[in-house]
């Protein structure tokens, strides 16, 4: 049962590449603005069989599309999640905790996300204060050379 699970789960895989590289096509949008042009157009689209059809079209596109672009997100994400926990491994002096994250429950994150913005914020005030004092240094050698008194 497993085997065909991994073999059907293959097939869905490529399914959805080949749809999404169909789908990101410019023709395919070019094709799909067309028919929304010629539905809109249709003098009689309430009672026109023909905008019933497109519509059902629309619909199920519309609805299967989500799902294949949902799998295709998915398989995207879980790559590059793999990725960048290959660089956070390799690297020394990278924090491991953040190695797989992404199956973390929301208050681990929250609470990793406030380790890490935390120093950030706190290395922005001192360099935001050490870049006050260095003007007012600055503006105490000039007034210096000028021969005015420097006061606070």
């Given at each position: ?114 380790g890490y ?34 006061k606070l």
């Amino acid at each position: 049962m497993k085997n065909f699970y991994t073999h059907l789960e293959r097939i869905f895989e490529k399914i959805a590449f080949a749809f999404t590289t169909v789908i990101s096509n410019s023709i395919t949008f070019i094709l799909g603005l067309a028919m929304v042009i010629f539905w809109l157009a249709n003098r009689n689209y309430v009672h026109d069989p023909i905008n019933d059809i497109i519509r059902d079209i629309v619909h199920s596109i519309s609805f299967l599309t989500l799902f294949i672009l949902q799998k295709a997100f998915n398989h995207f994400t879980a790559s590059l999640h793999v990725k960048l926990n290959e660089i956070v491994s390799s690297s020394e002096t990278a924090d491991k905790s953040v190695i797989n994250v992404e199956s973390k429950t929301e208050p681990e994150l929250i609470a990793l996300q406030k380790g890490y913005s935390e120093p950030l914020i706190k290395k922005k005030v001192d360099a935001t204060l050490e870049n006050s004092d260095h003007t007012k240094i600055g503006q105490k050698k000039e007034d210096d050379e000028s021969g005015e008194d420097w006061k606070l």
